[in-house]
Structures are given as C-alpha cells and as structure tokens.
Nanobody, 128 residues
Framework: QVQLVESGGGLVQPGGSLRLSCAAS????????VGWFRQAPGKEREGVSC????????YYRDSVRGRFTISRDTAGNTVVLQMNSLKPEDTAVYHC?????????????????????WGQGAQVTVSS
C-alpha cells in the first residue's frame, strides 16, 4: 500500500523548534521529488520547502529560509523538515507530498498538480 505519513507536529512556543518527518511506505522516496506544503485556516495551501529527487536542489519560501531545513533520511525512507525559531504565523497543517515526474526548480514547490501522493497532514501550532 502506497502511503505517506507525517509525524512530529504539535504545540510549541514562539522561538521553539519542531521536527516533522514524512515516512513513505510502498515506494522508495529517494526516487521522488518531495515537498512540504502547509495550509493555515482561511488561507490557501502554500509550498514551504521542497527537495528534488536527486537531493541536489532544495527550495524554501522566503518566510522560512534560514529557519527551516529539509533533508532526506535515505535509510529510513523519510524526508525531514527541521523547523527552528518558529513564529505564530507558521501555525498550519503541514502536508508532505511526493512526485515521480520531473519538476523544474522554479516549480518544485508550486506545481502541486505534479505531486502524486499526499500525507494526511500534521498540525503545527505556535503559540504562547
């Protein structure tokens, strides 16, 4: 069964850290572009950070660059999003997604239609 499962969400105070994991089953995540997308209440879903199939290209939206880091854990068939210096505006449901088809760097975190598999989401709440 092909599945993506996110874990690691939760409640954290501003300035704190969380580590989100996206674990794949039924396929090898290394062969896929992987993206983290988030959706806050009343807002459209947006790409947060994405990594190419080769791992050679990573993308971060401006608001998280320097605070978030995306990486692959090949042995664990997992992609991790390390989130530091969290802000209240980072509060959202975070979804990971995997795409088998090639995606240009500029579109890596915007062409959601290219992503084949999606996880159910993990809630991240940043609040004091």
């Amino acid at each position: 069964q092909v599945q993506l499962v996110e874990s690691g969400g939760g409640l954290v105070q501003p300035g704190g850290s969380l580590r989100l994991s996206c674990a794949a089953s039924g396929f090898t995540l290394d062969s896929y572009n992987v993206g983290w997308f988030r959706q806050a209440p009343g807002k459209e879903r947006e790409g947060v950070s994405c990594i190419s199939r080769s791992g050679g290209s990573t993308y971060y939206r401006d608001s998280v660059r320097g605070r978030f880091t995306i990486s692959r854990d090949t042995a664990g068939n997992t992609v991790v999003l390390q989130m530091n210096s969290l802000k209240p505006e980072d509060t959202a449901v975070y979804h990971c997604a995997a795409a088998s088809r090639p995606i240009g760097y500029q579109d890596l975190c915007t062409l959601e239609s290219r992503y084949d598999y999606w996880g159910q989401g993990a809630q991240v709440t940043v609040s004091s």
